[in-house]
């Protein structure tokens, strides 16, 4: 996993794009913030790459 990205002045990270993708028996996310973070995840199980995009987004909100 991508190390978390730098926080502005404000001390806030905004999400820019949450994406997802499926692709046969694959799932794929890709999560974008202000300061050009990109984290992308890829998992065959949909409930596991939504358990670990969840993951990301707390972390972006501490």
Not at 29 to 53: C, M, P, W
């Amino acid at each position: 996993m991508a190390p978390l990205p730098t926080r502005g002045p404000s001390g806030r990270s905004h999400l820019l794009s949450l994406a997802f993708l499926r692709d046969g028996d694959e799932f794929f996310a890709r999560i974008e913030t202000n300061s050009g973070q990109i984290t992308e995840f890829k998992n065959r199980a949909l409930d596991q790459l939504l358990s670990l995009v969840a993951g990301e987004l707390e972390d972006l909100l501490e």
